[in-house]
């Protein structure tokens, strides 16, 4: 059975805090990615990486980082939680193919006071 | 670009009937893959269908069905026989072959009345 863990399902941060939301695949996925989910403005790419140590910027990296040292890891980093960045994470990875569907992790609730 | 469009915010239908959740998508690639996902209130994403450019029936999965119109770029979802645990946003999405990422909708958030 295939999954996408997260680390962390419900988070409670303070204002200025370093946040760490960590994934693992066990697919031996190639591409990982990490989405943020707001009501109504659907799923934003933050950063994905299509290889170990590799990485590239989404729509919306503006103060977010990330670490993939391993192929299975690929850890999103809020170097000073801000409230605006309370939302549901979203960590995905998916293999070659064209057939290949996404796998999602269950979501990160991060609350940001 | 490419770009997945779902014009639905939200959509009710009765227990028991068939509901149709629209997508619509752009790209310049001679090959690509839509998917559909539903996520209900827990959070967690689920794939319910796929549909390859180049297949030439519309895909089914049960009580779901794509239909592909490829020349109007739509593809949308059909689900039949509506359940009440059928309540849950569902996400349109695309791949584009050789591509590294996928596309997603704002989502439709569907609700099943008894």
């Known amino acids: 059975d295939v999954k996408v863990t997260q680390s962390s399902r419900y988070l409670v941060k303070r204002t200025g805090e370093k946040v760490f939301l960590e994934c693992v695949q066990d697919?031996?996925?190639?591409?990982m990615f990490w989405y943020r989910q707001d009501p109504g403005l659907g799923l934003r790419l933050i950063y994905f990486?299509?290889?170990?140590?590799?990485?590239e910027k989404g729509d919306i990296p503006e103060g977010y980082s990330v670490s993939r040292e391993k192929k299975e890891r690929f850890s999103l980093i809020l170097e000073s939680a801000s409230t605006n960045q309370t939302s549901m994470y979203l960590c995905?990875?998916?293999?070659?193919?064209?057939?290949?569907?996404?796998?999602f992790g269950e979501g990160s609730w991060l609350t940001v006071v | 670009a490419q770009k997945i469009t779902q014009t639905q915010p939200g959509m009710f239908v009765q227990e028991k009937e068939a509901v149709t959740l629209d997508c619509t998508y752009d790209?310049?690639?001679?090959?690509?893959?839509l998917f559909w996902y539903k996520q209900p209130s827990s959070g967690e994403m689920i794939f319910l269908i796929y549909?390859?450019?180049?297949?030439?029936q519309n895909a089914t999965e049960g009580r779901y069905s794509l239909n592909f119109q490829k020349a109007r770029k739509s593809a949308n979802l059909v689900i039949s026989a509506s359940q009440l645990g059928d309540s849950a946003m569902y996400f349109c999405?695309?791949?584009?072959?050789?591509?590294?990422?996928?596309?997603f909708g704002t989502g439709t958030s569907l609700t099943v009345i008894p």
């Open positions: 790209t310049s690639d001679p090959s690509y893959g």
């Open positions: 549909q390859g450019s180049y297949d030439q």
């Open positions: 990486s299509y290889d170990v140590k590799m990485k």
């Open positions: 995905a990875s998916f293999g070659r193919g064209p057939g290949n569907t996404i796998y």
């Open positions: 999405a695309m791949r584009g072959i050789g591509g590294n990422q996928f596309y």
């Open positions: 697919m031996d996925h190639e591409n």
